[in-house]
């Protein structure tokens, strides 16, 4: 395929851009830094958006939505916030042929509109917790874009809750990061390292922001969710008050987290080799694909119509579907659905169908080795069961590659070589300005301070102070 | 209840706007003409998307996602489209703190950017059918706003497909006509007349527009689903060309169709009645609560843990809700959930308990003749039952009010009459300048020519001109 795809080693970057439009994911639009997700693509996303949303849902969270719109008034009400997203804005000036009063911001992120529809709707301890969730477009005007991992516009969820403590919301910011990372490790297939944010990365407005960064295949960090704790900084700009239990006014604590399409990419980039996309089972739009093969013509009708029962029998179960274009032949339709990353390739002949069996072709293994025959009784069951140790052998494969692509480093030249190939972990004790200077230096910030830490403490590697804690370094997207 | 809900009768519009606000389907936002949906009128719109999703899915569509900006540019390629979309636009001229180069339009629906991009997509006769659907929010400044009726940003879902024929085209929009109108009809409850629009009410750049129309409790006529053929209009306009299997360069033929939030407000005034919503057990948010009742302290735990059992038992085969609330009376919650709309309510005390029995109140009956005991044996069946009951009562009652509240008419004074209090049906031969005259002097426009026709010809009430088409009037949303 090499004719056809960029390699990976040769130039990760144009591989993922060719990948990403051959495989018919997203396309270019017409308008500056906004792309077309397409249908393959998008039934990606849905599958994406069902996984989280019923995990929210399972952790008491509703869905609603809030205007595209928002005041500019609104953004200047929390310092830090407005700072953070001012130089991203889009600004709608004028509306039914009239210049506004008011210059309207697309949203970039909604804490301010969602803040001041809570502070009418919060009046008392009993309203609280309010744990609200919304599917929405977003619109942040960048500079680079890169489909999927950069846009101007794209998709998301932004869930925004409001709490009567802080410890509740603080349980609550971590509850999310904790779905975030269950939803990456079993649906995406992605294995992430949760943690916290250092300040010079946080959200613009956030007390503490968390993450999930994974690791791409070319050794990049890929930030792929993150929760943020508010505090009382959007309660007090907005005015989310609330009488507890004593009849004192309290402010309320807020928190917000968002998984974006920006996941699309992290699947493509986590998980792709140089033949094209290989995709999550679960994640899949097509789980396994049948491609009828005959060499006569006379064979063409029996062949496939114990192709399209073999479909029957697997739908429901599974997401199958049967390649029985015309004027391809089975070689050009492997080649196709290989490049398109389905788990499953079903090769079915005038042999196999005489002989009560089907061969079947693992995505993620090439060549023979990932060939295996399987008899057509019983694959109502076999077939799910293979798909479930694909799951599993590419999670697996994942994590091996970010292993060993991380490296326990204790100087300035141990870390320049991993930063180069990987990540980085080490004892850190540095400030955002020795962040910064690291980053001018290396290119490679804090990912994030992990959840899980080997406790005691050790020497800063940069800085030489006694740290208390290991930090994730990598260069990122 | 008259203290707490303005009465239909007293005031439709008032009565709608406050049953919107109490029952928290929508609120008002901070920005001119933006409403906030909340979690409750969400959901309902979750359970009308994923209806109307699936019915796509299953004539052979897929969803993918349009950029939210286009080009001013790419509007005023279609000479009508832009004539009728103008006065309603939202221009973003900012972005990234500079003056863009070139405006962009939120969009108002996609046509435009969706052509351009099948214009690069399809070359070939092979690549037709184009069958896509976007879910969608989109913006149209409107000066008079009404919460889900008619407000400047709305959720929707737009079909945009392209065909090889004229008659291909054809077909599927009146194929998408007739799945509006089952959805409508199956899962709404909502009696609906498909028929063509006029040419003074089609959309702006079509050739024909087809719509399903409702009758709300008013009287009123409500527009809640169209589907437009669009012949070669914006193929020209955006070059959308292929070579046919003689192999000679076409162009393709459009469609385009869609249902918006306003389908949350039809749901609304065509059930609800004095003591607040009526909704349809298909789409409720929830179909039946259990208010367990207790008069002694000690009776409570008793109750509260049979009414769990209870829930437990009906959930996965009913969307049921508990309500064990503190510090309310069961006549309070009766109010409430009655108020909510939720088609049944289980009363349930210690005499239920004993008898093994439970007390189901319809909500579409009110009073004792709405109540019936049901034995707790058998619950799983008898209440989904009774729901599919209470599906086809309420349908039932609103085409009966429809078919008493719509009058054949012959001459101008029985046309002014019929429209004061519902639909007239009448012959109509005249042209866009008699419908403008009639409006104006009526307020009533033509709602649409059904698809179903009596055959045959006769006078034209207005212009006494032999028509051979019978037209639906009415005043409209």
Redesign the interface.
């Known amino acids: 395929m090499s004719d056809f795809l960029t390699s990976q080693n040769e130039d990760f970057s144009k591989w993922y851009n060719e990948i990403v439009q051959k495989a018919e994911l997203a ?1 270019y ?3 500056r830094g ?6 393959y ?3 990606l ?2 599958r994406i958006r069902d996984e989280l949303d019923r995990r929210f849902k399972e952790t008491g969270h ?10 500019m008034s ?1 953004l200047q009400k929390e310092a830090e916030h407005v700072e953070g997203f ?12 009239k210049e506004l009063e008011e ?2 911001v ?1 949203r970039p992120t909604s804490e301010t ?1 969602i803040g ?2 809570y502070a ?2 919060i009046q008392s301890y009993r309203d609280l917790p309010l744990l ?1 969730n919304q599917w ?2 977003v ?1 942040r ?3 680079r874009t890169r489909l999927f991992l950069r846009t ?2 794209f ?1 998301w969820q932004e869930g925004h809750t409001a709490h009567a403590t802080h410890d509740e919301a603080r349980e609550e910011t971590l509850r999310m990061l904790d779905v975030y990372t269950d939803f990456a490790v079993n649906e995406a297939a992605i294995p992430v390292i949760p943690g916290r944010k250092s300040d010079a990365e946080k959200f613009a407005g956030a007390v503490t922001s968390y993450t999930i960064e994974a690791m791409m295949r070319d050794g990049k960090a890929l930030q792929s969710g993150t929760s943020h704790f508010l505090g009382q900084n959007f309660a007090k700009a907005f005015d989310i008050q609330f009488l507890d239990e004593n009849n004192t006014l309290q402010h309320a604590w807020t928190t917000s987290w968002g998984v974006s399409t920006r996941m699309v990419g992290a699947v493509v980039m986590t998980h792709g080799d140089d033949q094209g996309l290989v995709l999550p089972p679960r994640l899949a739009p097509i789980q396994a694909v049948i491609v009828p093969i005959w060499r006569k013509n006379r064979q063409r009708a029996e062949v496939l119509e114990a192709a399209e029962k073999l479909s029957r029998r697997l739908q429901g179960r599974v997401r199958i579907k049967l390649d029985d274009r015309e004027g391809f032949s089975p070689g050009w339709k492997y080649n196709d659905w290989e490049m398109r990353g389905v788990p499953l390739r079903l090769e079915f002949g005038p042999r196999d169908i005489a002989n009560e069996q089907v061969m079947v072709a693992r995505r993620d293994v090439p060549g023979r080795e990932g060939k295996t025959i399987l008899p057509l009784a019983g694959l109502e069951e076999t077939i799910p069961a293979l798909l479930a140790e694909v799951q599993a052998a590419i999670y697996q494969k994942a994590l091996d590659f970010r292993e060993s692509h991380t490296w326990d480093v204790k100087t300035a030249g141990e870390f320049q070589e991993a930063v180069q190939h990987g990540f980085a972990r080490a004892w850190w004790a540095g400030d955002s300005e020795d962040e910064a200077r690291l980053k001018d230096e290396t290119k490679a910030t804090i990912r994030c301070i992990p959840l899980e830490q080997p406790g005691g403490s050790g020497d800063c590697f940069y800085t030489g102070r006694e740290a208390t804690e290991v930090a994730i370094f990598g260069r990122a997207y």
Chains 1, 2 share one sequence.
Request: hydrophobic residues 50%.
């Open positions: 396309d639009s017409p308008v906004c792309m077309v997700i397409r249908p693509g998008y039934t996303w849905e509703v869905n609603a939505y809030f205007p595209l719109f928002i005041p609104f001012a130089p991203e804005l889009a600004v709608v000036t004028h509306g039914g042929g210059p309207l697309v509109i001041h529809m009418k709707w609200i929405a477009n619109v005007w960048e500079m101007t516009e998709l």
